[in-house]
């Protein structure tokens, strides 16, 4: 069974950073994707940053761009969250899900949504 747990949310102040962590199990092949998603109360969930695990291909929403590193640790089966540069608008909801890597960037760009996920974890960036 296809499982994702999130951690490392918590609060930081902007210009801050924090590491979000995803623990997967239960794949039956390297061709799949982690992809981490938002949501902001009162807006859509929308797509931050994916990566396949197969070849390590990194993908970012233009407003993570330069500020958030996505990477794996295969030893470990844990994908990460690297987030720098934090803003208020960064607050949300962060979730990590899974699904079939050829369609990581769809992910990234709001166009498919994965068919695992986890349980989420809070961010909040305030001073």
């Known amino acids: 069974q296809v499982q994702l747990v999130e951690s490392g949310g918590g609060l930081a102040q902007p210009g801050g950073s924090l590491r979000l962590s995803c623990a997967t199990s239960g794949f039956t092949s390297d061709y799949y994707a982690i992809g981490w998603f938002r949501q902001a109360p009162g807006k859509e969930r929308e797509g931050v940053s994916c990566i396949r695990n197969f070849g390590g291909t990194t993908y970012y929403a233009d407003s993570v761009k330069g500020r958030f590193t996505i990477s794996r640790d295969n030893a470990k089966n844990t994908v990460y969250l690297q987030m720098n540069s934090l803003k208020s608008e960064d607050t949300a909801v962060y979730y990590c899900?899974?699904?079939?890597?050829?369609?990581?960037?769809?992910?990234?760009?709001?166009?498919?949504?994965?068919?695992?996920w986890g349980q989420g974890t809070q961010v909040t960036v305030s001073s």
């Open positions: 899900a899974a699904g079939p890597s050829h369609y990581c960037s769809d992910y990234v760009s709001n166009r498919r949504e994965p068919n695992y």
